[in-house]
């Protein structure tokens, strides 16, 4: 039940303006390939609903646009037990922060 009400704050919050946490694409999917080979929309798309669920649940979630992709690395590994993610999680989080971070984007707002 916590854990649905924050989502539903967050995408709230998403809808009004808020942070820049947006839906990932295929082109968005190619731009992180070279690093993660076959990485799909989706598979982005699962670390932005973890990165909701997970780290809604202490603070907003960041927006990807505020870090760039390594420094995304080591704030994602530093989080990774205390917001409760598997290795696996962490690493389609890691992908979606990366493909949206603040050297990868050429417009984040």
Do not use: Q
Not at 51 to 57: D, H, I, S, V
Not at 83 to 101: K, M, N, P, Q
Request: charged share 20%; net charge negative.
């Amino acid at each position: 039940m916590k854990l649905a009400a924050a989502i539903a704050a967050i995408v709230a919050l998403t809808a009004c303006g808020g942070r820049w946490i947006p839906e990932a694409t295929e082109a968005d999917a190619t731009r992180v390939s070279a690093r993660w080979p076959g990485t799909t929309a989706a598979d982005l798309n699962r670390g932005r609903s973890l990165l909701l669920a997970r780290c809604g649940n202490c603070h907003l979630p960041p927006s990807p646009a505020e870090l760039d992709a390594a420094a995304w690395s080591a704030e994602v590994a530093e989080m990774r037990e205390r917001s409760g993610l598997t290795v696996i999680d962490a690493d389609l989080v890691e992908r979606y922060l990366a493909a949206f971070a603040s050297d990868r984007t050429p417009s984040a707002h």
